[in-house]
């Protein structure tokens, strides 16, 4: 009876751990995510200390500099996309009258069609929101903006504390490990974390690549806010095969204003490049400076995006090297040492 009870209250604390663990996700996945961010800003600091700077000088340094670059970027972006999204609502009206008059000339031989893809400015209507709508629910944005900025510090003392002082850290999670784990622990960290750099340095090529065809590409079409925008392709290659989508949609959306075929162009152009660069040179390029298969990378990527989402797709890669370089040196070294 006794051994009855003990398994049911097993089985009970199991299914709380996994509830509580499934509810705590997010923060799990943040706290991963910062992990990464300290270790990718390592490189710079150690850069700095062999030049002679001292340690906590350049740990302060590398985080003012990264710091600065996150908010000049949001303060040139955030402006220009917003006048550029009310620009957008605006011309939306004329663009669809304009689109149905194309599409009336380029159908005017099949009349049978031009009732289905007869579109009409009275459509939009409840499409933009009332003032009364927008102050209703400005309460809720709020709170959600105090969530985010909430998270945000939180996210980046994380990465400031770590960076100035890694040793506690690093003594908590081989302290937390058996005694005889603790050598193949610290030799997995550190593989994952050169993998990790590694990723940084891909991500940094890639999107030194996009950004570069997006602004030439979008200054030919004389889409506005081409720099912007290349800005915006050089971040997303730090989320593979998803963020170039993603970053996709505004210039698109601002290409609307302009014609639908100058949309057409540039969503073919997003198209083309995403996937030249997704499926040819990325896992290429991820896998010589990772060390890791490409496969591998497409998996962990398109798995996580999955489960959890954006979030899941921008810490997919580095979770990969964690994982190769933890399944090395636990189980494929581990296991054939016993059959040695």
């Known amino acids: 009876m006794s051994a009855y009870l003990a398994l049911v209250f097993g089985a009970a604390a199991a299914v709380v751990l996994l509830w509580f663990l499934y509810k705590v996700m997010t923060a799990v996945l943040l706290l991963f995510f910062a992990l990464v961010v300290t270790i990718a800003l390592s490189a710079p600091v150690r850069w700095f200390v062999r030049r002679g700077v001292p340690r906590r000088l350049s740990a302060a340094l590398t985080f003012t500099l990264f ?8 303060a040139l972006i955030a402006p220009m996309v917003a006048s550029q999204i009310l620009t957008l609502l605006k011309r939306l009206p004329d663009f669809i009258n304009d689109l149905n008059q194309q599409m009336a000339a380029l159908f005017v031989r099949y009349p049978e069609l031009q009732g289905l893809l007869a579109a009409d400015a009275s459509a939009l209507d409840g499409v933009v929101p009332s003032v009364g709508h927008l102050f209703g629910g400005a309460l809720g944005v709020s709170l959600s903006l105090l969530a985010f900025l909430a998270l945000l510090v939180i996210f980046l003392s994380f990465v400031l504390y770590t960076l100035l002082d890694p040793m506690p850290v690093l003594r908590g999670y081989l302290g937390s490990l058996p005694s005889d784990y603790r050598r193949p622990g610290a030799r997995a960290l550190a593989r994952a974390s050169r993998a990790v750099i590694g990723w940084t340095k891909a991500s940094l090529i890639l ?12 200054t030919w079409m004389d889409v506005p806010g081409a720099l912007v925008w290349a800005a915006l392709a050089f971040f997303a290659e730090f989320i593979p095969r998803i963020g170039g989508y993603v970053m996709a949609a505004p210039p698109i959306l601002i290409s609307l204003t302009m014609g639908p075929m100058t949309a057409l162009w540039v969503a073919l152009f997003y198209l083309v490049s995403n996937e030249l660069l997704g499926n040819l040179v990325a896992p290429r390029i991820r896998g010589t400076t990772m060390k890791l298969h490409p496969v591998l990378l497409l998996f962990f990527t398109l798995a996580f995006a999955l489960a959890f989402g954006l979030l899941g797709a921008i810490v997919a890669t580095p979770a990969a090297a964690f994982f190769s370089a933890y399944y090395g040196e636990f189980y494929l070294k581990r296991g054939s040492v016993e059959r040695v």
Do not use: Q
Not at 207 to 218: D, P, Q, R, S, T
């Open 67 to 74: 710091l600065g670059i996150v908010v000049a970027l949001v």
């Open 207 to 218: 999107g030194a690549i996009e950004a570069v065809a997006v602004f030439i590409f979008l």
